[in-house]
DNA sequence: GGCTTATATAATCTGATGCTTATATGGTGG
DNA sequence: CCACCATATAAGCATCAGATTATATAAGCC
């Protein structure tokens, strides 16, 4: 199943969002899912197989209860096969992305904590 | 229908690939995919026409054939859904990016060429 | 052990999606 | 005008993804 496959559907990329604001328990992810889109648990239990058996989450045991996290290595393939057209939206990004990758290597930064704020 | 559904299908994302490399004639894209996929003529411009209908692209005339062209605005949603995701996988991305945002309104007057350190 | 909770799986049904064949539209050239 | 390209649309059909209900698994608790 191509990643593109899973993220076709609504359900899905509502779990991923939910799952990447940090780990999550089926049940929590079923009652969200359950409120927004009237479905089912067994049915949110077979999304979670989808992104489970596609590499887009995992799971551990806590008791009862299975916590699931994301795991973005298939999102990063999207990524990267969109990258091929973002030179189409974004112009100078291509060239910004150049001076990062000299500039990264260049600083080297330690960042262990994190001290900046991104937002606020 | 969802910018995601419409990635969704491989013949499309196959058609949006050969858009990339420039405007293309129907016939051209059509003989590609019905290569590559054993699809039909009418197959093919039916995903013309879901491409079309959802902003993905754009047609001219030029005589008899139609010219298409990929048209990134969608692609531009996609990437912003994704980009929620960014940090997983590229954990200084986020930084970078503020750092550019800054540095680009900052740096403007171009000439000190020492941008390393921003500290932080 | 037996009851309850949390979650997954099985079996089945249904509707949307994408395919096919057939046909329409519209431009080009004799 | 008529024949001929190139492409789009129509209609019908098949398949598959996702839903449901029912049930299995497994942990916790008394």
């Given amino acids: 199943m191509h990643a593109f496959d899973v993220l076709g559907d609504p359900v899905r990329r509502r779990l991923l969002e939910l799952l990447n604001e940090g780990e999550r328990a089926s049940g929590e992810l079923t009652e969200v899912v359950r409120a927004e889109f009237g479905i089912s ?63 990264d290597r260049e600083r080297r930064t330690s960042g262990d904590g994190e001290e900046g704020r991104h937002s606020g």
């Fill in 41 to 103: 648990q067994p049915a949110v239990s077979q999304h979670l197989r989808v992104l489970r058996e596609n590499g887009f989450a995992t799971v551990r045991r806590d008791g009862n209860r299975r916590l699931y996290a994301v795991d973005a290595a298939p999102l990063r393939d999207v990524d990267a096969w969109l990258r091929r057209f973002a030179a189409r939206w974004e112009p100078h990004l291509m060239a910004l992305e150049t001076e990062l990758a000299r500039g």
